[in-house]
């Protein structure tokens, strides 16, 4: 036996050991991060919702008898105050709502005044509907009798996106699924046309969004919402403020609302 290869052999060996060991840590450590995730949010401790197609645990029900329809809601959601008449529908809608707006509902995931809400709009007719944006608008094309995006681009172009089918609600209805936003924030709508009532009902759902405590008039008040937010960066954003401050966290918009599109597909139509 060649006395001088041994300590080379042995020296292999051992670090073909250590790689394998090193392999084995990295692959548990995998898998264990991936069941973690999957099973409770590291952020905030909150067991996760339920995935897409399952029922959402103890919900609460928004039944609009006068109009027929209901959607589901979890229970720990604040129903918003009744919205002024001057100003209902005027997120969907452009010139006069008059009668067009048959409701308005907005809910949030915790009492709180400073964070963004869901919305519930329902309205008459479709070519009321006019989802403005900072440089889009969404609306119905009677003519093509299609769903469509038209987005400026530049100083003089355009781009229109003719909207497909993103899911179905509880009853079988088609959900339409765009975004829309400008300066302060952006939602996603979910716009479902109920053609036998010629009727449309939207959801809207906070993509990002920006809170305005500097034009918070109260003192006591303007103080209480820095201290929310500075709170949510601290739990959210690792204490780092974003370049243009009061912008919520992505992280933050997307845990709190991660109920918004079980809530959308919950809708339906009142059984008689």
């Known amino acids: 036996m060649d006395k001088k290869n041994t300590p080379k052999k042995k020296r292999l060996l051992i670090l073909v050991i250590a790689l394998v060991l090193v392999a084995l840590i990295g692959v548990t450590s995998y898998f264990l991060k991936r069941y973690i995730s999957r099973n409770k949010n590291p952020l905030?401790?909150?067991?996760?919702?339920?995935?897409?197609?399952?029922?959402?645990a103890e919900v609460k029900k928004y039944e609009i008898e006068k109009y027929g329809v209901v959607f589901d809601y979890p229970q720990n959601?604040?129903?918003?105050?009744?919205?002024?008449?001057?100003?209902?529908?005027?997120?969907v809608t452009s010139g006069e709502v008059g009668e067009n707006?048959?409701?308005?509902?907005?809910?949030?995931?915790?009492?709180?005044?400073?964070?963004?809400?869901?919305?519930?709009?329902?309205?008459?007719?479709?070519d009321s509907v006019n989802i403005i944006g900072m440089l889009s608008s969404i609306k119905f094309n009677p003519?093509?009798?299609?769903?469509?995006?038209?987005?400026?681009?530049?100083?003089t172009g355009s781009v229109t996106q003719q909207l497909s089918v993103w899911g179905y609600t509880q009853d079988r209805n088609s959900i339409?699924?765009?975004?829309?936003?400008?300066?302060?924030?952006?939602d996603y709508f979910y716009i479902i046309p109920l053609d036998e009532e010629n009727r449309v009902a939207i959801f809207s759902v906070p993509k990002f969004k920006r809170i305005r405590c500097?034009?918070?008039?109260?003192?006591?008040?303007?103080?209480?919402?820095?201290?929310?937010?500075?709170?949510?960066?601290?739990?959210?954003?690792n204490g780092k403020l974003p370049s243009c401050n009061t912008w919520l966290p992505d992280k933050y918009i997307k845990w709190m609302y991660l109920d918004g599109e079980d809530i959308v597909r919950s809708f339906r139509k009142i059984s008689t």
Do not use: M
């Open 101 to 126: 707006c048959l409701v308005e509902v907005s809910l949030k995931p915790e009492d709180n005044d400073f964070i963004p809400s869901i919305n519930f709009y329902l309205l008459e007719g479709v």
């Open 44 to 56: 905030s401790g909150r067991e996760c919702s339920p995935a897409v197609g399952e029922e959402i």
């Open 214 to 237: 500097d034009l918070i008039e109260d003192k006591t008040k303007q103080k209480k919402c820095y201290d929310f937010y500075i709170e949510v960066i601290d739990k959210y954003n």
């Open 77 to 91: 959601y604040v129903i918003g105050a009744d919205v002024s008449e001057n100003d209902r529908c005027n997120r």
């Open 176 to 186: 339409f699924k765009s975004e829309s936003g400008g300066s302060q924030g952006g």
């Open 143 to 155: 003519e093509k009798k299609v769903w469509e995006k038209h987005e400026t681009i530049g100083d």
